[in-house]
């Protein structure tokens, strides 16, 4: 009974701004989101997954290098939810982004979201 649920993709232009947003829910999770390592993914057509952001559950985070400056991960543990905040984004920033559950310390995960379209125009 785990779920993530992502919103807030669409279409913007570049140099613009888009809000994602990652709403977790299942009880057994729900217990223990707070301590867990969430991650932002996403994936282009035609390349692999990859890491764009994490997030502690303290608050420590950490950027692919492509985004670091312009995106900022968060997290609102009241509400079980974390958030991508992109910026200035360009073309190269189009793909499926998705929410993952990493780990609660030394518990690894492998919760998924069904991703949300982020499209990038020039």
């Known amino acids: 009974q785990v779920q993530l649920v992502e919103s807030g993709g669409g279409l913007v232009q570049a140099g613009g701004s888009l809000r994602l947003s990652c709403a977790a829910s299942?009880?057994?999770?729900?217990?223990?989101?707070?301590?867990?390592?969430m991650a932002w993914y996403r994936q282009a057509p035609g390349k692999q997954r990859e890491l764009v952001a994490t997030?502690?559950?303290?608050?420590?985070?950490n950027y692919a290098d492509s985004v670091k400056g312009r995106f900022t991960i968060s997290r609102d543990n009241a509400k079980n939810t974390v958030d991508l905040q992109m910026n200035s984004v360009t073309p190269e920033d189009t793909a499926v982004y998705y929410c993952?559950?990493?780990?609660?310390?030394?518990?690894?995960?492998?919760?998924w979201g069904q991703g949300t379209q982020v499209t990038v125009s020039s």
């Open positions: 997030i502690s559950g303290t608050g420590n985070t």
């Open positions: 993952n559950a990493q780990r609660t310390g030394f518990r690894v995960y492998d919760y």
């Open positions: 299942g009880r057994t999770f729900s217990r223990t989101f707070s301590a867990t390592t």
